[in-house]
C-alpha cells in the first residue's frame, strides 16, 4: 500500500481501521462480489461480515508481525500498544478484538454460496489457529519471533475442514 511509504505509526483506532479497510476489508468485499455473482442483495446481507473477516486477519498478521514490523520496517499498527513494551494484557485485549471480528465473520462465512465456502471456512480455520498459537505464546515471545502455525497443523486443518465441508458441516 502507498501509505507503507511515509506512514510509520498509528495514534489512533480511526487511522488504523482506515488503513485496515483499504488494505484488507477491501479484499474481502471484492471476494464476496465474486462469490456471490454479483446478486446485490446477497452482497449487502454478508458485506459487514466480510469486512470483519479481512479486518481480522490483518490484526492476526499485525499480532503475528509484531517484531518484524516494528524492528525491521518502524511500523507499530496497533495505536495503544508500545511494542518496546508489549505486555500480556496488550496481547488479551488485542486478541478479543480480533475474537469479536472473527465471530461475526464466521456467522456470514457461514451463509456463502457453497461454491466459496470451503476455501473461506479454511483460511478462516488457519487464521483462529494461528490466533490461538499466538495466544498460547507469552507476550515477550511474540517480540523476539515471528509465531507461525506448522506445516503438519496445515495439514490437518484442511483434512478436517473437507471434512467437515463434505458433510455439511458448514
Known sequence: MRIDLTKKTYTSQQEIDKYIYGSADVV????????????????ERLKHSAIKLGSAFQKVNFLRDLKQDFEELDRS???TVDPNN????????????I???FEIAKEGLMQLPNEAKFGVFLAYKYYSQLLNTIAKTPAS????KRIR??????IILLFQSYIQFKLNLL
Open 149 to 154: 502455525v506448522s506445516n503438519s497443523k496445515k
Open 86 to 97: 508489549f505486555t500480556e494484557n496488550d496481547k488479551t485485549e488485542i486478541i478479543k478484538e
Open 28 to 43: 474481502g468485499l471484492m471476494c464476496l462480489k465474486v462469490f456471490v455473482n454479483g446478486d446485490l442483495n446477497e452482497y
Open 141 to 144: 515471545i511474540i517480540k523476539e
Open 77 to 79: 499498527y496497533f495505536p
Open 99 to 101: 475474537k469479536a471480528d
